[in-house]
């Protein structure tokens, strides 16, 4: 298969671009992590959430829906939910359940050092807990899966190739894990792991709110 390079080059630019989006949008939050008895201060800060946080999702989305419409040799977009989907589903989620279960008993036997970005959502659920539920549990389960399954395939393995996009599930779990956590090893094969498990699900189902599911029920089990 003919790489072309310079495409290569710019969807790079674009997925890191995107990713920097993200980041600018969570800003609000960690302002009103800075001065959260400040009622005033956190309600300003919450509507300007809102507004970045939204605009991003809308164009997430819209960019998403366009390189479906464009170019879309996986065919990814909506399936419906027959029975080899829902074993594979089922599947999926007990082996999620699995997963939890490895992290609570590696937490427990002090094996996996809290990482820096849970760190940071305990604390932000600490000072406003409504807040960060809402973003937890909502709005970064869309946004990160739509960026780091939708666009990176789209950009990277749009392709029906089996190989190529057991490679792209790969790359994707692995970047997951580098941008949640570089602390240790163990700490990134933690987030790389669940990065596979999604990235695997958008592969096979070919639908995106299978994996936006998927990590809406982590982030609320990790909550609780």
């Known amino acids: 298969m003919k790489i072309d ?61 366009t390189q479906l419409r464009k170019h879309n040799l996986a065919h990814f977009g909506r399936t419906k939910p027959t029975k080899r989907i829902v074993i594979f589903m089922i599947m999926i989620v007990i082996l999620w359940i699995l997963f939890l279960a490895m992290q609570i008993w590696m937490n427990q036997a002090k094996l996996l050092p809290t990482s820096q970005n849970q760190q940071t959502v305990i ?54 894990g580098a941008v949640h956590d570089v602390s240790s090893l163990l700490g990134w094969l933690v987030y790389a792991l669940m990065g596979w498990l999604l990235a695997l699900t958008y592969a096979y189902t070919k639908d995106i709110r299978y994996n936006i599911g998927l990590h809406v029920f982590n982030n609320l089990i990790s909550l609780i």
């Open 123 to 176: 604390a932000f659920a600490k000072a406003i807990p409504w807040w960060m539920g809402l973003d937890a549990v909502v709005f970064a389960p869309i946004i990160e899966e739509i960026l780091f399954r939708g666009f990176f395939f789209n950009w990277f393995f749009n392709s029906n190739d089996k190989r190529m996009q057991l490679i792209g599930v790969f790359l994707s779990g692995a970047i997951f």
């Open 5 to 65: 390079w310079q495409q290569l080059f710019f969807n790079i630019l674009k997925f890191i671009g995107m990713f920097f989006v993200y980041q600018i949008g969570t800003i609000p939050l960690q302002m009103a992590y800075l001065m959260p008895t400040n009622q005033a201060f956190v309600l300003v800060a919450f509507v300007m959430y809102l507004i970045t946080t939204g605009f991003m999702l809308v164009l997430f989305i819209q960019m998403y829906r």
